[in-house]
């Protein structure tokens, strides 16, 4: 059996998650946590802070940093909530929208081109693969904040 962890090493390497900056979209960059952060925003209808922050795994005062760059960016809006005034709700800015679905577009051609390199069959397998094992994982009690 191959070492798992070298596995996921050397696909985290290959997918470019250890990268500082994933994208350049023009003259902007974006970090791979701040791709995250558009990509939930943009997916989810009118996330709150505490939505998005939770999704990711992250906490508040990281999340909060990460924001308020993306609002100094002008990709991100925080708008209090008309329910309750301590919550804010994100949202994407017309140049955000754009950022996130050039990125979206980006990784959708990359994960084509790598897929492009297989046999139905072999996608199909591989898909399947990764839909189980993010199913296992999300069952898992180990957090992943406990590894190095």
Do not use: W
């Not at 995250?36 to 940093?65: G, V």
């Amino acid at each position: 059996m191959e070492n798992k962890r070298e596995l996921f090493q050397v696909l985290t390497r290959r997918f470019g998650l250890l990268n500082k900056n994933c994208c350049s979209i023009g003259t902007v960059e974006i970090s791979t946590i701040q791709s995250h952060i558009l990509y939930e925003i943009d997916k989810q209808h009118e996330p709150s802070m505490q939505q998005i922050a939770d999704t990711l795994a992250m906490d508040i005062t990281t999340f909060s940093r990460q924001i308020q760059t993306l609002a100094k960016m002008e990709l991100v809006k925080k708008t209090p909530s008309t329910q309750d005034k301590r919550v804010y709700i994100l949202s994407l800015t017309v140049q955000g929208k754009f950022v996130a679905t050039s990125i979206d577009e980006s990784m959708n051609n990359y994960l084509n081109e790598v897929f492009s390199h297989m046999n139905e069959f072999e996608r199909e397998t591989v898909i399947r693969s990764l839909e189980l094992l993010n199913k296992a994982m999300s069952k898992s009690n180990v957090c992943c904040s406990t590894m190095c």
